[in-house]
């Protein structure tokens, strides 16, 4: 008799396991493949981890999912959304958007939007992104501050308008 999982996949998990093997596949992989090249990468997970990775009996920990990305030749957030933006999907017992999930994961913004100022928008940029990685929303208050802040200088010309670092780099 087989014990229930204390912990089993959630919605993200089970993104991941099947992302991993609709990436595997799509490139014409194999298991062994993945495993060689994440090696290679100094974090082997052999082809039965692989195995049971797609299978939904092995969890995928940070550094596994950073290692399977760079295996797979892809980005992180590939392998924990679905492949669309069309629909919703669940995220952590929430049901959201797909779309606003890629923007939420690609750091573009909150995943969910308060009716506010844009000040939520600045703190996310502020705590999710590094200088010169965020986006400045110039359209308000806090958005001009924190790009100040950063260093960066609103400049205009007739036909553009750029941001500049303070140095005029």
């Known amino acids: 008799m ?7 996949l959630g919605p993200s998990g089970n993104q991941v ?4 093997t609709r990436i595997r596949e799509a490139r014409g992989l194999t298991k ?5 090249r994440t090696a290679g990468l100094g974090r082997a997970i052999p082809a039965l981890g692989i195995s ?7 969890r ?38 797909a779309s606003d999930a890629w923007e ?21 940029q502020l705590h999710a992104r ?3 990685r965020r986006r400045y929303y110039m359209g308000t208050s806090a958005g001009r501050q924190l790009a100040e802040q950063d260093g960066m200088r609103l400049v205009e ?3 553009v308008v750029r941001i500049e670092t303070s140095e005029g780099d």
């Open 17 to 20: 396991r099947l992302n991993v």
């Open 104 to 124: 939420w994961a690609d750091g573009e913004r909150p995943l969910v939007l308060p009716a506010d100022d844009g000040s939520a928008h600045v703190d996310f």
């Open 60 to 97: 995928v920990d940070a550094d596994d999912l950073v290692v399977l990305a760079m295996a797979l030749g892809v980005n992180p957030t590939a392998l924990l959304l679905p492949n669309t933006t069309d629909g919703e999907i669940a995220l952590a017992g929430k049901t959201v958007p």
């Open 130 to 132: 590094p200088p010169f």
């Open 2 to 8: 087989t014990e229930d999982k204390k912990n089993p």
């Open 52 to 58: 049971r990775i797609e299978a939904g009996t092995r």
């Open 32 to 36: 062994k493949d993945v495993a060689a």
């Open 157 to 159: 010309d007739t036909d």
